[in-house]
């Protein structure tokens, strides 16, 4: 059964840096494209980046472009987010999930296969 697993959250002042990591295992798991969500308490889930694992293409939210970098190993089953510059607003549980359409979009909906999430928190 196909499965993702989250890792590397935790407690970060403000201008500092985390790297997450999804960890993709099972025969059955079959999506091209892995984005990173995350979800503030109170707040809707948001798209932050996703990754095609054939190709390596991207996305990004505005909100975490030029501070964030998605990305895969070369086997593919595991994907990065990169976070540099951390503000407080970021602070969130951070989910990966594999894009049901094989669709390098931002609609959560069209994703699953969720993760269990992992807790970042940025400092001020």
């Known amino acids: 059964q196909a499965q993702l697993v989250e890792s590397g959250g935790g407690l970060v002042q403000a201008g500092g840096s985390l790297r997450l990591s999804c960890a993709v295992s099972?025969?059955?798991?079959?999506?091209?494209?892995v984005g990173w969500f995350r979800q503030a308490p109170g707040k809707e889930r948001e798209f932050v980046a996703a990754?095609?694992?054939?190709?390596?293409?991207?996305r990004y939210a505005d909100s975490v472009k030029g501070r964030f970098t998605i990305s895969r190993n070369n086997a593919g089953n595991t994907v990065y987010l990169q976070m540099n510059n951390l503000k407080p607003e970021d602070t969130a549980v951070y989910y990966c999930?594999?894009?049901?359409?094989?669709?390098?979009?931002?609609?959560?909906?069209?994703?699953?296969?969720w993760g269990q999430g992992t807790q970042v928190t940025v400092s001020s």
């Open positions: 999930a594999g894009n049901l359409l094989n669709i390098l979009n931002t609609v959560v909906g069209q994703y699953g296969t």
């Open positions: 099972g025969r059955t798991f079959s999506s091209d494209v």
């Open positions: 990754v095609r694992r054939s190709g390596g293409s991207t």
